[in-house]
Nanobody
Framework: QVQLAESGGGSVQAGGSLRLFCAAS????????MGWFRQAPGKEREFAAV????????YYSDSVKGRATISRDNAKNTVTLQMNSMKPEDTAVYYC???WGSGNVLTAATSEYYYWGQGTQVTVSS
């Protein structure tokens, strides 16, 4: 079992940056691909980024590609999402999630992630 806790959210002006953190409990953290998702008010939860178990591979949604960097530290059981050049449309609750990695394909499908954190609010003002 994995428990996830996000932090680092807050308010930022357009063009600014935020770094989101996800701390995981459990001794099998390195067995999970880790993803970041976000949900804006009135919208469905959407994929933002994912990183493989080893950290060697990443994949981003078109909406954050070029502005976001996902990284992980398996020794510390943490995942980080660095967001730059932020836009008002980045405003959302951001969630980290864990997918049991059994292959080499990184998934963006919400349904494939079993463990979720409680989310952290990010607000970008224009």
């Amino acid at each position: 079992q994995v428990q996830l806790a996000e932090s680092g959210g807050g308010s930022v002006q357009a063009g600014g940056s935020l770094r989101l953190f996800c701390a995981a409990s459990g001794r099998t953290f390195s067995s999970y691909d880790m993803g970041w998702f976000r949900q804006a008010p009135g919208k469905e939860r959407e994929f933002a980024a994912v990183i493989s178990r080893s950290g060697a591979r990443t994949y981003y949604s078109d909406s954050v590609k070029g502005r976001a960097t996902i990284s992980r530290d398996n020794a510390k059981n943490t995942v980080t999402l660095q967001m730059n050049s932020m836009k008002p449309e980045d405003t959302a609750v951001y969630y980290c999630a864990a997918h049991w990695g059994s292959g080499n394909v990184l998934t963006a499908a919400t349904s494939e992630y079993y463990y979720w954190g409680q989310g952290t609010q990010v607000t970008v003002s224009s």
